[in-house]
Each structure stands twice: as C-alpha cells, then as structure tokens.
C-alpha cells in the first residue's frame, strides 16, 4: 500500500480539483445564462426596430424584406426562450 501521507495527499489534492471543476461549471452556467438573456434584448430591440420600420415603410418590396427579417428574429426569439434556464446542471 501507500504512505498514510501520500494518500492524504492524493484525497487533497482530488478534492479541491473536484472543487474547482463544479466552481468552474457554475461560473459556466451563470455565463451562458447572461449570454442568452443579453441576445434575448438584443433580438427585442431588433423585432421593436423592425416593427417601427414596417409602420413607416411605404416600398413593397422593402417591406416584404422587413416583414421576412421580423419573422426571423421572432423564430430566434422563440428558440432561445425554449432553453431552460437549467441548461447545465446547478452543482
């Protein structure tokens, strides 16, 4: 077998690695979390702009451009609002 030591040392040393590794994953999480809801308020602002657009907008054609461009951003927004705020695990 091992030194008392040397084990001691190993079970340490796999401790605080698996502490680090979960401090990591949470600062992950909290991470992708902020990412999300920051491309979620950019997208709002998108959809707000793109509304305003079509009020005003006189040209078909362009309108039919901003009315596809809404649609898009509409699908994003809907897409991201799908992932669950608990996309990686709390540890």
């Given at each position: 077998?091992?030194?008392?030591?040397?084990?001691?040392?190993?079970?340490?040393l796999r401790r605080a690695f698996s502490e680090e590794q979960v401090e990591l994953l949470r600062s992950l999480r909290n991470e992708l979390s902020s990412?999300?809801?920051?491309?979620?308020?950019?997208?709002?602002?998108a959809q707000e702009q793109a509304r305003r657009i079509l009020r005003?907008?006189?040209?078909?054609?362009?309108?039919?451009?901003?009315e596809q461009m809404g649609a898009v951003l509409d699908r994003?927004?809907?897409a991201l609002a799908r992932i669950?705020?608990?996309?990686?695990?709390a540890f």
């Open positions: 077998m091992g030194d008392p030591d040397e084990l001691q040392i190993r079970k340490n990412w999300r809801w920051q491309v979620m308020l950019e997208v709002d602002a005003l907008e006189v040209d078909v054609e362009l309108r039919g451009e901003m994003v927004h809907r669950p705020e608990d996309f990686i695990p």
